[in-house]
Protein backbone atom coordinates (compact mmCIF):
# COMPACT_ATOMS: atom_id res chain seq x y z
CA UNK A 1 0.00 0.00 0.00
CA UNK A 2 3.46 2.51 0.30
CA UNK A 3 3.35 2.46 -3.30
CA UNK A 4 0.08 3.24 -3.78
CA UNK A 5 0.47 6.33 -1.36
CA UNK A 6 3.86 7.14 -2.91
CA UNK A 7 2.13 6.90 -6.79
CA UNK A 8 -0.82 9.13 -5.64
CA UNK A 9 1.69 11.58 -4.03
CA UNK A 10 3.75 11.76 -6.77
CA UNK A 11 0.75 12.68 -9.08
CA UNK A 12 -0.32 15.79 -6.85
CA UNK A 13 0.37 18.70 -9.00
CA UNK A 14 -1.56 16.15 -11.89
CA UNK A 15 -4.48 15.74 -10.30
CA UNK A 16 -5.11 19.34 -8.99
CA UNK A 17 -4.36 20.22 -12.38
CA UNK A 18 -7.52 17.98 -13.57
CA UNK A 19 -9.73 19.74 -10.37
CA UNK A 20 -8.96 23.16 -11.60
CA UNK A 21 -10.04 22.74 -14.79
CA UNK A 22 -13.21 21.24 -13.28
CA UNK A 23 -13.84 24.13 -11.03
CA UNK A 24 -13.09 26.66 -14.21
CA UNK A 25 -15.81 24.49 -16.25
CA UNK A 26 -19.15 26.06 -14.79
CA UNK A 27 -22.15 23.71 -14.35
CA UNK A 28 -24.69 24.65 -12.36
CA UNK A 29 -27.65 22.36 -12.20
CA UNK A 30 -29.14 21.80 -15.65
CA UNK A 31 -26.28 24.15 -16.79
CA UNK A 32 -23.64 21.33 -17.37
CA UNK A 33 -22.50 21.15 -20.90
CA UNK A 34 -19.41 22.90 -20.16
CA UNK A 35 -18.63 20.44 -17.39
CA UNK A 36 -19.47 17.27 -19.46
CA UNK A 37 -16.89 18.85 -22.68
CA UNK A 38 -14.28 18.75 -19.74
CA UNK A 39 -14.87 15.43 -18.50
CA UNK A 40 -14.80 14.19 -21.56
CA UNK A 41 -12.18 15.92 -23.17
CA UNK A 42 -10.24 14.54 -19.63
CA UNK A 43 -10.66 11.15 -20.02
CA UNK A 44 -9.61 11.25 -23.94
CA UNK A 45 -6.25 13.08 -22.00
CA UNK A 46 -5.72 10.17 -19.63
CA UNK A 47 -6.69 7.09 -22.66
CA UNK A 48 -9.98 5.54 -21.30
CA UNK A 49 -10.99 3.03 -23.62
CA UNK A 50 -14.72 3.76 -23.60
CA UNK A 51 -16.63 7.35 -23.01
CA UNK A 52 -20.35 7.03 -23.52
CA UNK A 53 -22.59 10.01 -22.99
CA UNK A 54 -25.93 9.10 -21.79
CA UNK A 55 -29.44 10.56 -22.89
CA UNK A 56 -30.12 12.05 -20.04
CA UNK A 57 -26.32 13.97 -19.83
CA UNK A 58 -24.02 11.74 -17.59
CA UNK A 59 -20.42 10.70 -18.97
CA UNK A 60 -19.07 7.37 -18.66
CA UNK A 61 -15.85 6.35 -18.83
CA UNK A 62 -14.57 2.79 -18.84
CA UNK A 63 -10.75 1.59 -17.97
CA UNK A 64 -10.26 -1.97 -18.31
CA UNK A 65 -12.07 -5.76 -19.72
CA UNK A 66 -11.75 -7.20 -16.60
CA UNK A 67 -14.52 -9.71 -15.09
CA UNK A 68 -14.83 -7.71 -11.85
CA UNK A 69 -16.73 -4.14 -12.47
CA UNK A 70 -16.89 -1.03 -9.81
CA UNK A 71 -18.43 1.87 -10.51
CA UNK A 72 -17.12 4.89 -9.05
CA UNK A 73 -19.39 8.05 -9.33
CA UNK A 74 -19.11 11.96 -8.46
CA UNK A 75 -21.62 14.74 -10.16
CA UNK A 76 -20.16 17.46 -12.24
CA UNK A 77 -23.25 19.74 -11.21
CA UNK A 78 -23.02 22.24 -8.97
CA UNK A 79 -25.27 24.78 -7.09
CA UNK A 80 -25.04 28.36 -8.43
CA UNK A 81 -23.26 31.23 -7.46
CA UNK A 82 -25.28 33.69 -6.52
CA UNK A 83 -23.71 36.58 -5.42
CA UNK A 84 -20.01 36.64 -7.17
CA UNK A 85 -19.21 39.89 -4.76
CA UNK A 86 -19.20 38.02 -1.68
CA UNK A 87 -16.38 35.95 -3.04
CA UNK A 88 -12.91 37.01 -1.92
CA UNK A 89 -11.72 35.68 -5.27
CA UNK A 90 -13.15 34.01 -9.07
CA UNK A 91 -15.19 31.60 -7.68
CA UNK A 92 -14.20 29.62 -10.95
CA UNK A 93 -10.58 30.12 -11.15
CA UNK A 94 -9.43 27.40 -8.67
CA UNK A 95 -7.33 29.41 -6.42
CA UNK A 96 -4.84 27.29 -4.02
CA UNK A 97 -3.71 28.68 -1.36
CA UNK A 98 -1.53 26.41 1.61
CA UNK A 99 -3.54 22.86 1.41
CA UNK A 100 -6.55 24.04 -0.40
CA UNK A 101 -8.01 24.27 -3.58
CA UNK A 102 -11.31 27.15 -3.65
CA UNK A 103 -14.22 27.55 -5.84
CA UNK A 104 -17.61 26.54 -6.03
CA UNK A 105 -18.30 23.07 -7.02
CA UNK A 106 -14.58 22.10 -4.91
CA UNK A 107 -15.62 20.30 -2.05
CA UNK A 108 -18.81 19.13 -3.79
CA UNK A 109 -18.22 17.21 -5.97
CA UNK A 110 -15.65 17.93 -8.36
CA UNK A 111 -12.60 17.52 -5.74
CA UNK A 112 -13.60 13.54 -5.19
CA UNK A 113 -14.25 13.33 -9.21
CA UNK A 114 -10.67 14.92 -10.35
CA UNK A 115 -9.43 11.93 -7.75
CA UNK A 116 -11.84 9.34 -9.04
CA UNK A 117 -10.62 10.47 -13.24
CA UNK A 118 -6.94 9.82 -12.25
CA UNK A 119 -7.47 7.08 -9.98
CA UNK A 120 -8.72 5.14 -13.57
CA UNK A 121 -5.53 6.54 -15.32
CA UNK A 122 -3.39 5.37 -12.84
CA UNK A 123 -5.00 1.97 -12.38
CA UNK A 124 -4.98 1.94 -16.24
CA UNK A 125 -0.97 2.77 -16.78
CA UNK A 126 0.62 1.01 -13.20
CA UNK A 127 -1.70 -2.39 -13.77
CA UNK A 128 -3.24 -1.70 -9.84
CA UNK A 129 -6.43 -4.15 -10.38
CA UNK A 130 -6.04 -6.46 -13.67
CA UNK A 131 -9.69 -8.43 -13.26
CA UNK A 132 -11.39 -5.20 -12.92
CA UNK A 133 -13.08 -2.69 -15.13
CA UNK A 134 -13.17 0.76 -13.71
CA UNK A 135 -16.51 2.94 -14.70
CA UNK A 136 -16.11 6.03 -13.63
CA UNK A 137 -19.52 8.29 -14.17
CA UNK A 138 -19.70 12.32 -13.84
CA UNK A 139 -23.07 12.58 -13.38
CA UNK A 140 -25.81 15.42 -13.54
CA UNK A 141 -28.61 16.95 -11.65
CA UNK A 142 -27.51 15.30 -8.13
CA UNK A 143 -27.41 18.13 -6.15
CA UNK A 144 -31.95 18.34 -6.88
CA UNK A 145 -32.22 15.16 -8.43
CA UNK A 146 -30.12 12.35 -6.72
CA UNK A 147 -30.27 9.64 -8.14
CA UNK A 148 -32.48 9.93 -10.99
CA UNK A 149 -30.08 10.53 -13.69
CA UNK A 150 -27.38 7.91 -12.12
CA UNK A 151 -29.91 5.16 -12.19
CA UNK A 152 -31.52 6.36 -15.68
CA UNK A 153 -27.43 6.32 -17.34
CA UNK A 154 -26.72 2.96 -15.44
CA UNK A 155 -29.66 0.70 -16.98
CA UNK A 156 -29.31 2.96 -20.67
CA UNK A 157 -25.54 1.98 -20.69
CA UNK A 158 -26.39 -1.63 -19.66
CA UNK A 159 -23.79 -1.27 -16.49
CA UNK A 160 -24.44 -3.51 -13.83
CA UNK A 161 -21.19 -2.96 -11.16
CA UNK A 162 -21.17 -5.47 -8.66
CA UNK A 163 -20.76 -2.64 -6.21
CA UNK A 164 -20.74 1.34 -6.44
CA UNK A 165 -18.38 3.62 -4.82
CA UNK A 166 -19.91 7.23 -4.47
CA UNK A 167 -17.14 10.31 -4.44
CA UNK A 168 -20.06 12.63 -2.49
CA UNK A 169 -18.22 14.61 0.47
CA UNK A 170 -17.97 13.08 3.60
CA UNK A 171 -14.92 15.24 5.17
CA UNK A 172 -13.00 11.26 4.26
CA UNK A 173 -15.62 9.07 6.52
CA UNK A 174 -16.45 5.43 4.96
CA UNK A 175 -20.42 5.92 4.55
CA UNK A 176 -23.12 2.77 3.24
CA UNK A 177 -26.44 4.72 3.57
CA UNK A 178 -28.58 7.64 4.08
CA UNK A 179 -32.47 8.60 4.37
CA UNK A 180 -34.62 8.96 1.39
CA UNK A 181 -36.94 11.62 0.82
CA UNK A 182 -39.79 12.33 -1.18
CA UNK A 183 -42.81 15.42 -1.59
CA UNK A 184 -46.19 14.41 -1.06
CA UNK A 185 -49.42 16.49 -1.69
CA UNK A 186 -52.50 16.08 -0.47
CA UNK A 187 -54.83 18.01 -2.12
CA UNK A 188 -59.10 19.10 -0.63
CA UNK A 189 -61.26 20.13 -2.47
CA UNK A 190 -64.67 22.18 -0.27
CA UNK A 191 -66.90 24.69 -1.58
CA UNK A 192 -65.97 28.41 -1.99
CA UNK A 193 -68.18 31.15 -0.78
CA UNK A 194 -68.10 34.67 0.56
CA UNK A 195 -66.35 35.07 3.63
CA UNK A 196 -69.16 37.00 5.27
CA UNK A 197 -71.46 33.90 4.93
CA UNK A 198 -69.09 31.13 5.84
CA UNK A 199 -72.32 28.61 6.55
CA UNK A 200 -72.88 28.62 2.42
CA UNK A 201 -69.73 27.39 2.01
CA UNK A 202 -67.26 24.26 3.01
CA UNK A 203 -64.15 25.49 3.81
CA UNK A 204 -60.75 23.37 2.42
CA UNK A 205 -58.71 25.38 4.52
CA UNK A 206 -60.42 23.76 8.24
CA UNK A 207 -60.09 20.36 6.12
CA UNK A 208 -56.12 20.45 5.62
CA UNK A 209 -55.58 22.25 9.22
CA UNK A 210 -57.69 19.20 10.51
CA UNK A 211 -55.13 16.97 8.09
CA UNK A 212 -52.20 18.71 9.21
CA UNK A 213 -52.54 18.42 13.03
CA UNK A 214 -52.81 14.77 12.03
CA UNK A 215 -49.75 14.39 10.11
CA UNK A 216 -47.74 15.98 13.48
CA UNK A 217 -49.36 13.02 15.11
CA UNK A 218 -48.11 10.44 12.56
CA UNK A 219 -44.49 12.04 13.04
CA UNK A 220 -44.18 10.14 16.28
CA UNK A 221 -45.00 6.71 15.36
CA UNK A 222 -43.06 6.78 12.83
CA UNK A 223 -39.91 3.81 11.95
CA UNK A 224 -36.90 4.26 13.78
CA UNK A 225 -33.46 2.74 12.27
CA UNK A 226 -30.48 2.27 14.45
CA UNK A 227 -28.38 3.20 11.02
CA UNK A 228 -30.03 6.01 9.60
CA UNK A 229 -32.28 6.94 12.15
CA UNK A 230 -36.01 7.70 12.04
CA UNK A 231 -38.30 8.38 9.45
CA UNK A 232 -40.06 11.85 9.30
CA UNK A 233 -42.50 13.58 7.99
CA UNK A 234 -44.09 18.02 8.53
CA UNK A 235 -46.17 20.10 6.41
CA UNK A 236 -44.44 22.53 5.26
CA UNK A 237 -46.47 24.45 2.68
CA UNK A 238 -50.68 25.17 2.30
CA UNK A 239 -51.25 26.63 -1.02
CA UNK A 240 -55.02 27.72 -1.49
CA UNK A 241 -54.57 28.67 -4.99
CA UNK A 242 -53.98 32.55 -4.44
CA UNK A 243 -57.61 32.77 -2.59
CA UNK A 244 -58.42 36.12 -1.51
CA UNK A 245 -58.83 36.74 2.23
CA UNK A 246 -62.61 37.66 1.61
CA UNK A 247 -63.13 34.22 0.47
CA UNK A 248 -63.95 30.59 1.76
CA UNK A 249 -61.22 28.65 -0.19
CA UNK A 250 -62.73 25.95 -2.28
CA UNK A 251 -59.21 24.42 -2.97
CA UNK A 252 -56.50 23.45 -0.42
CA UNK A 253 -52.95 21.79 -1.09
CA UNK A 254 -51.09 20.57 1.66
CA UNK A 255 -47.48 19.87 0.64
CA UNK A 256 -45.53 17.83 3.22
CA UNK A 257 -41.53 16.69 3.49
CA UNK A 258 -41.44 13.29 3.77
CA UNK A 259 -37.35 11.50 5.27
CA UNK A 260 -37.53 7.97 4.82
CA UNK A 261 -35.72 5.22 6.70
CA UNK A 262 -34.71 1.88 6.11
CA UNK A 263 -38.13 -0.28 4.81
CA UNK A 264 -39.58 2.88 4.18
CA UNK A 265 -40.69 3.29 0.44
CA UNK A 266 -43.39 5.60 -1.76
CA UNK A 267 -45.91 3.14 -1.72
CA UNK A 268 -46.04 2.97 2.66
CA UNK A 269 -45.59 6.82 2.80
CA UNK A 270 -48.67 7.53 0.67
CA UNK A 271 -50.43 4.79 2.36
CA UNK A 272 -49.75 5.87 6.19
CA UNK A 273 -51.16 9.51 4.97
CA UNK A 274 -54.53 7.80 2.95
CA UNK A 275 -55.24 5.73 6.21
CA UNK A 276 -56.01 8.87 8.03
CA UNK A 277 -59.83 10.01 8.72
CA UNK A 278 -58.73 13.72 8.03
CA UNK A 279 -57.31 11.96 4.37
CA UNK A 280 -59.72 9.92 3.30
CA UNK A 281 -61.15 12.66 1.37
CA UNK A 282 -57.86 13.76 -0.05
CA UNK A 283 -56.31 13.37 -3.53
CA UNK A 284 -52.82 12.30 -2.01
CA UNK A 285 -50.12 11.97 -4.09
CA UNK A 286 -45.95 12.06 -4.53
CA UNK A 287 -45.29 15.56 -6.11
CA UNK A 288 -44.83 15.28 -9.96
CA UNK A 289 -41.11 16.35 -11.63
CA UNK A 290 -40.03 17.19 -14.83
CA UNK A 291 -37.13 19.61 -16.15
CA UNK A 292 -35.12 18.96 -19.12
CA UNK A 293 -31.30 18.01 -18.87
CA UNK A 294 -28.61 20.19 -20.28
CA UNK A 295 -28.45 18.32 -23.46
CA UNK A 296 -32.33 18.93 -24.53
CA UNK A 297 -34.02 15.52 -22.94
CA UNK A 298 -36.89 15.83 -21.16
CA UNK A 299 -37.35 13.65 -17.70
CA UNK A 300 -40.94 13.37 -16.64
CA UNK A 301 -40.29 11.74 -13.01
CA UNK A 302 -42.16 12.32 -9.13
CA UNK A 303 -39.66 13.58 -5.91
CA UNK A 304 -38.84 10.57 -4.57
CA UNK A 305 -35.62 10.38 -3.78
CA UNK A 306 -35.16 6.74 -1.95
CA UNK A 307 -33.55 5.61 1.20
CA UNK A 308 -30.09 3.42 0.75
CA UNK A 309 -28.32 1.22 3.15
CA UNK A 310 -26.45 -1.44 2.12
CA UNK A 311 -26.20 -4.24 4.66
CA UNK A 312 -23.63 -4.15 6.94
CA UNK A 313 -22.71 -7.83 5.79
CA UNK A 314 -22.56 -7.37 2.24
CA UNK A 315 -19.19 -8.04 0.77
CA UNK A 316 -18.51 -4.26 -0.57
CA UNK A 317 -18.96 -3.07 3.18
CA UNK A 318 -16.12 -5.16 4.39
CA UNK A 319 -14.17 -4.67 1.22
CA UNK A 320 -14.54 -1.15 2.45
CA UNK A 321 -13.54 -0.92 5.77
CA UNK A 322 -10.43 -3.17 5.28
CA UNK A 323 -9.42 -0.47 2.63
CA UNK A 324 -9.83 1.90 5.03
CA UNK A 325 -7.95 0.53 7.57
CA UNK A 326 -4.94 0.11 4.79
CA UNK A 327 -5.48 3.57 3.87
CA UNK A 328 -5.80 5.47 7.12
CA UNK A 329 -4.57 3.04 9.72
CA UNK A 330 -7.30 2.24 11.86
CA UNK A 331 -10.55 0.39 11.42
CA UNK A 332 -13.64 1.73 11.52
CA UNK A 333 -17.27 0.35 10.80
CA UNK A 334 -18.97 2.60 7.79
CA UNK A 335 -21.36 5.04 8.74
CA UNK A 336 -24.16 6.77 6.95
CA UNK A 337 -24.43 10.63 5.44
CA UNK A 338 -26.90 13.14 7.16
CA UNK A 339 -27.49 14.05 3.26
CA UNK A 340 -28.90 12.60 0.49
CA UNK A 341 -26.64 11.08 -2.42
CA UNK A 342 -26.81 9.12 -5.89
CA UNK A 343 -26.83 6.09 -3.76
CA UNK A 344 -30.51 6.60 -3.74
CA UNK A 345 -30.28 5.93 -7.72
CA UNK A 346 -27.27 2.76 -7.31
CA UNK A 347 -28.82 1.34 -4.62
CA UNK A 348 -32.23 2.71 -4.02
CA UNK A 349 -33.53 2.53 -7.21
CA UNK A 350 -31.35 -0.70 -8.87
CA UNK A 351 -30.55 -2.19 -5.96
CA UNK A 352 -26.83 -1.96 -6.26
CA UNK A 353 -24.92 -2.58 -3.27
CA UNK A 354 -22.91 0.73 -2.40
CA UNK A 355 -20.22 2.62 -0.13
CA UNK A 356 -18.99 5.49 -0.10
CA UNK A 357 -15.79 7.92 0.71
CA UNK A 358 -15.15 11.69 -0.92
CA UNK A 359 -12.98 14.66 0.45
CA UNK A 360 -14.81 17.58 1.71
CA UNK A 361 -15.84 19.44 5.04
CA UNK A 362 -19.52 19.95 5.50
CA UNK A 363 -18.80 23.33 6.19
CA UNK A 364 -17.41 24.33 2.93
CA UNK A 365 -20.38 22.62 0.87
CA UNK A 366 -22.12 25.06 -1.12
CA UNK A 367 -20.61 28.12 1.20
CA UNK A 368 -19.18 31.17 -0.61
CA UNK A 369 -15.92 30.29 -0.65
CA UNK A 370 -15.80 26.81 -0.97
CA UNK A 371 -12.70 25.15 -0.81
CA UNK A 372 -11.39 21.07 -0.25
CA UNK A 373 -8.16 20.05 1.13
CA UNK A 374 -5.76 19.06 -1.17
CA UNK A 375 -4.12 16.22 0.96
CA UNK A 376 -7.86 15.20 1.44
CA UNK A 377 -8.23 14.79 -2.40
CA UNK A 378 -4.96 12.93 -2.30
CA UNK A 379 -6.11 10.26 0.86
CA UNK A 380 -9.49 9.36 -0.86
CA UNK A 381 -7.23 8.73 -4.66
CA UNK A 382 -5.35 6.19 -2.47
CA UNK A 383 -8.57 5.16 -1.10
CA UNK A 384 -10.00 4.67 -4.52
CA UNK A 385 -7.16 2.75 -5.95
CA UNK A 386 -6.70 0.87 -2.98
CA UNK A 387 -10.28 -0.13 -3.13
CA UNK A 388 -9.61 -1.21 -6.85
CA UNK A 389 -6.36 -3.16 -5.92
CA UNK A 390 -8.12 -4.80 -2.86
CA UNK A 391 -11.03 -6.27 -5.18
CA UNK A 392 -8.69 -7.55 -7.98
CA UNK A 393 -7.30 -9.65 -5.41
CA UNK A 394 -10.21 -11.29 -4.20
Same mark, same amino acid.
Given at each position: ?????????? +???????????????????????????????????????????????????????????? $????????????????? =??? &??????????????? #???????????????????? /????????????????????????? #???????????????? !??? +??? #?????????????????????????? /?????? $???????? +???????????????? =????????????????????????????????????????????????????????????????????????????? &????????? &??? !?? !???????????????????????????? =????? &??? =???????????????????????????????????????
Amino acid at each position: MKDIKALVES +SKNDIVKIIRELIAAKSFSLEESNGIKTVKSIMEILGFDDIKISKVGCIAGRVGTGAKNI $LFDAHVDTVEVKDITKW =GFD &PFGGKIDNDYIYGRG #AAENKGSLGAMLYTAYLIKK /HDLAPDCTIHVVASTQEEDAEGILI #AETLKELELRPDFACL !GKF +SNL #ALNRGHRGRMVINAEFKGKPAHASTP /HLGDNA $LYMASKFI +SAVEKLNETLKNDDAL =GKGTIAATQVDTGGNAVNRIPGTACVSMDRRLTAGEDIELAISQLKKLESGKNANIYCAPYNFKTWNGETVKTKKYF &PAFLTPVDD &PCV !GL !GEETYENVFGKRIKAGVWSVSSNGSGTF =GFLNI &PTI =GLGAGEPEWVHQTNERVRINDILKAAEFYITLAHNFSKQ
